[in-house]
């Protein structure tokens, strides 16, 4: 199937403990991160996808960016960002605009409506995060954290890319 990892022929490489308890701590704690941020949000009538597409397009110059580059940045597929794009655009927080120069392309483009919600949104999810993991966190962790993800995500965009790329042949 396009865009999956190919499956090994032989023997997997098993886990050790010390990898399993890694792996077990961080799906715990991640995907019960997640929900409890989507919970913070609902009284904003965010998600956390809303939200992302929102916060990234706040720090775009002109509060808009390139459909292909938003979905390159947040690491969802075209058709996922379209799809997310749609029920946003019935929340009156984006629209998208034909690309001038490209008549291929569109800009997703932040409105009034979106920079006031994730206006209103913001304190409160920065206080789910800070509360929720940030505060739990010596600045070392902090540290380490960010050199870890940062390193995991450069190796899962590389990934999403060359996945993209094989889906469009």
């Known amino acids: 199937m396009a865009g999956k990892i190919s499956t090994y022929s032989g023997e997997p490489k098993w886990l050790n403990p010390r990898e399993m308890a890694a792996w077990r701590s961080y799906i715990v704690a991640s995907r019960r991160l997640l929900e409890a941020m989507e919970l913070d949000l609902e009284n904003h009538d965010l998600s956390m996808a809303d939200y992302e597409v929102l916060a ?3 720090d775009a110059p002109g509060r808009r960016l390139r459909m292909s580059e938003l979905a390159e940045i947040a690491m969802i597929s075209k058709s996922r960002l379209s799809h997310r794009m749609k029920v946003m655009e019935a929340a009156g927080w984006v629209r998208r605009e034909e690309c001038a120069e ?7 483009v932040m409105t009034d409506k979106g920079w006031k919600a994730i ?4 304190p409160d999810h920065v206080n789910s995060v800070r509360n929720r993991l940030v505060d739990h ?3 070392k962790d ?3 954290l960010s050199k870890i993800f940062n390193r995991v ?3 899962l965009r590389d990934q999403f890319i060359k996945e993209g790329a094989s889906i469009k042949k």
């Open 56 to 58: 990234l397009l706040s």
């Open 153 to 155: 995500t450069e190796k």
């Open 142 to 144: 902090q540290e380490d």
């Open 119 to 122: 206006v209103k949104a913001a």
């Open 102 to 108: 490209d008549k291929r392309g569109y800009f997703a």
């Open 137 to 139: 966190l010596t600045s």
